[in-house]
């Protein structure tokens, strides 16, 4: 027994070393950090700028390293402990990837898959023929980054913004390649080297990729040194996953970023949609602001685009219908500014996922409510037509609205009109209508109407305002008296 007292006193007795213990903690956060960037996620951080506009020199990406399988190329130094590729997934056109660049420049790279094994890619004019067929490029608003010490352009792509600020400015455009995939690219004009290539065959085992900045991106139009050539899917390591920090300001992405690339996505709309590219996007962005989200919304610009639909419906029914009466060419009209025909225009254009609502308005389902899509519809028109003039609002108008209007046959009868003509033409008393109920928001009201004729007939009708509820009601009423 006094041995074993003995033996403890003497082990606690001995002095802990707490240098060995901090190398082993180290060694083990070595070990942990090795394994995470291995095989989980891995830090990358942007070189160059080929990857504009959608990644920026400096910015911080954090990228998975599962996506494709692992290799020696997704340990650090690319030691070869791993024997040719395991858990091996082929990457899909358009995925943005991180992987080592050619022998001799072992440097990880960052591009977009535009061609997989066995496909053909050439260069004509600036647009990918992929296996024979252009890839669709179509023009979208400009992309424009400010003037800073880290960032300038050569002299033909300066300008200046709203506020007088140095920026630079270059074409951008949408590709979607087959399958849907769609994302932006810059185009700086023509260069032989890069817009105009030979075919290109994609070897089994390798992939095709380009850089966003067409005309700044050493990739796989460029054999090396002076670009990447195929690159083997071996060699692929990673995929883009989130940009986290921006380092060229040292501070995390800033609010002006995130909606620097909102606004893109919306003039892009715009642009694909109305066949503008917009000027200033506030008006087309307070267009589509209800109330609930903003005290500057869309209620003064539904006004104007309300009379801006006016007068060119009125023109284009006056072009069409030259042997028509005043009557006819009202009734014309008063059938194609409804505001449930407007509503049904904007969900035709996607409107409604442009909307900027607040949580209780969209809760309450005013994105697909017909009053707040056809005032939305008609605000946008509004602010076409300060944006662009008249001339753009009447294209767009007639593009949106064609197939309603040139498939017409003979003016058609207002429901309310015809019920009162019947009522007339039977020595019937004159229709009445009365609201017999209204529930629902501010925003997305329910009204239900009752129209009759005396103690003859009624019927009740539900709509989202009450001229529509009586409109609906007198159609109903109509049906019933045959």
């Not at 990857?51 to 020696?72: A, C, E, H, Q, T």
């Not at 960052?110 to 004509?124: E, H």
């Not at 209204?438 to 004729?453: D, E, L, M």
Request: net charge negative; proline share 6%; hydrophobic share 40%.
């Amino acid at each position: 027994m006094a041995k074993i007292n003995a033996l403890q006193d003497s082990r606690a007795a001995k002095p802990r070393s707490e240098t060995r213990e901090t190398i082993l903690f180290l060694l083990k956060l070595v070990i942990v950090v090795l394994i995470f960037r291995s095989f989980i996620f891995s830090p990358f951080s942007i070189p160059s700028e080929s990857m504009l506009p959608r990644l920026y020199i400096g910015d911080y990406l954090f990228v998975s390293k599962w996506n494709y399988g692992y290799s020696r190329y997704s340990l650090p130094f690319g030691i070869p402990l791993i024997p040719g590729r395991i858990f091996a997934r082929t990457p899909s056109r358009g995925d943005v990837v991180v992987f080592r660049g050619p022998p001799g420049d072992e440097v990880d790279v960052i591009k977009r898959v535009i061609g997989m094994p066995g496909d053909t890619i050439q260069m004509r004019h600036g647009q990918v023929i992929l296996n024979g067929t252009p890839v669709p490029k179509m023009r979208v608003a400009d992309f424009t980054i400010p003037i800073t010490p880290n960032y300038t352009c050569d002299a033909q792509f300066q300008d200046v913004d709203a506020a007088g600020k140095p920026i630079c400015r270059y074409h951008q455009f949408r590709e979607t390649l087959p399958g849907g995939k769609s994302y932006i690219v810059l185009d700086w004009g023509e260069s032989p080297a890069a817009d105009d290539t030979d075919v290109y065959s994609v070897p089994a085992g390798n992939i095709f990729v380009m850089g966003d900045n067409r005309d700044d991106s050493a990739d796989s139009r460029f054999a090396p040194p002076r670009g990447m050539g195929y690159v083997p899917i071996e060699r692929v390591e990673n995929r883009e996953l989130v940009p986290a920090l921006d380092l060229v300001l040292g501070r995390a992405l800033e609010e002006d970023r995130g909606r620097l690339l909102s606004d893109h996505a919306l003039a892009d709309w715009i642009s694909a949609t109305f066949g503008h590219q917009p000027r200033d996007l506030e008006g087309f962005e307070r267009a589509l602001t209800h109330g609930s989200q903003a005290a500057a919304n869309y209620e003064r610009l539904e006004f104007l685009g309300d009379r801006v639909l006016g007068l060119v419906m009125a023109e284009w029914l006056f072009e069409l219908f030259s042997g028509e009466s005043e009557g006819g060419l009202s009734k014309r009209l008063n059938s194609l500014v409804t505001g449930a025909v407007c509503a049904d225009v904007a969900r035709g254009l996607g409107v409604a996922a442009q909307m900027r609502l607040g949580k209780q308005a969209r809760d309450d389902g005013a994105a697909d409510s017909d009053n707040v899509l056809g005032d939305v519809m008609e605000a946008l028109i509004g602010a076409l037509y300060l944006d662009a003039g008249l001339d753009a609002a009447r294209a767009a108008i007639r593009k949106a609205w064609g197939e309603r209007v040139q498939t017409q046959g003979k003016a058609p009868q207002h429901p309310k009109s015809a019920l009162q003509e019947w009522a007339a033409a039977h020595n019937r008393r004159t229709p009445t209508y009365e609201v017999v109920d209204r529930s629902g928001p501010h925003h997305a009201p329910r009204f239900t109407v009752k129209a009759s004729i005396g103690t003859l007939a009624e019927a009740t009708a539900t709509g989202s305002s009450k001229q529509e509820a009586e409109t609906a009601a007198a159609a109903a009423l109509l049906e019933k008296l045959g």
